[in-house]
């Protein structure tokens, strides 16, 4: 067996590095995903799942770069460092959609967004009740309201887990969740949708009847307490006892630490 394989838990990790871990876990051999910009813990979890348990995870790298080799997490998740190396290209305005389009490839999509409400609809693009006068305007779609409505299985990261990203209503729709819950995205004739929810507190999943985001799991040291009192809408409460987040293993964090990403380009996602 391999090192990752028999690695134990960490005992020194961080939070950005059990986000990666956790974020990794969700692909495996055969599954196809790409980036967006300013993806840094997609980026490294995608990487980190192709050093240990899915090396035949194909990564498109900010959707140009297919199989990319890049020496580290570049300062950007978006431009030429990160796959200027990689063994094809794509052309991003025409031949990435068409591969998108295509109900059998880029399955998975990481999401991050401003803006998350409890059925799991994203907003990059205005924060207030009038788009053409907001009181901020956001960077917008990017692509975003394309892939949340072909089909994908989207998996949302939040670094800053607050009331503010986390509400009972996005005030405007960048990326289709759930909509207004219930049956209502399927209603619509959308596939996929959602998954979880991966936070600096906890993972979230969804309800499969109701679609209403509620806790999978706590991170270690956090309470459920805590995960609602940092959240703008009610949580539904558990039933038992919460299970624990898995701490990233001593051979996760070596990988993130010193292949990975060794300049810490993660952390800008998390104030540091």
């Given amino acids: 067996m391999s090192d990752w394989q028999n690695s134990p838990p960490a005992d020194d990790w961080t ?3 059990l986000m ?18 300013a993806s840094f813990v997609p980026v490294s979890a995608f990487w980190l799942a192709r050093l240990t348990h899915a090396p035949d995870l194909v990564w498109l790298a900010g959707a140009v770069g297919l199989e990319p080799r890049p020496d580290r997490v570049p300062a950007s998740t978006l431009e030429a460092p990160l796959w200027r190396d990689s063994i094809m290209y794509v052309e991003q305005y025409g031949d990435f959609w068409t591969i998108a389009l295509n109900g059998r490839w880029l399955t998975k999509f990481c999401v991050g967004s401003a803006q998350l409400d409890r059925y ?7 924060i207030g009740t009038d788009y053409h006068a907001p009181r901020v305007r956001l960077p917008g779609t990017a692509g975003l309201g394309d892939m949340g409505s072909i089909g994908k299985a989207l998996y949302y990261w939040n670094p800053n887990h607050n009331p503010r990203s986390l509400v009972e209503q996005v005030d405007f729709i960048s990326c289709a969740g759930y909509l207004g819950g219930g049956s209502e995205r399927a209603d619509t004739g959308l596939e996929g949708g959602p998954e979880l929810v991966i936070t600096n507190l906890c993972v979230l999943d969804f309800h499969p009847e109701t679609r209403h985001m509620q806790v999978a799991s706590l991170h270690p040291g956090v309470t459920f307490e805590q995960v609602q009192e940092a959240t703008g809408f009610e949580l539904p409460a558990p039933e038992g006892e919460l299970p624990i987040t898995a701490a990233p293993t001593v051979e996760q964090v070596r990988l993130i630490r010193e292949v990975i990403d060794p300049d810490n ?4 996602e998390f104030g540091g």
């Fill in 15 to 17: 939070i950005d590095e």
């Fill in 120 to 126: 799991g609809n994203g907003n990059n693009s205005i």
């Fill in 265 to 268: 380009m993660r952390r800008r």
């Fill in 20 to 37: 990666i871990a956790r974020l990794a876990a969700c692909f495996a051999d055969g599954d196809q995903a790409c980036n967006g910009m």
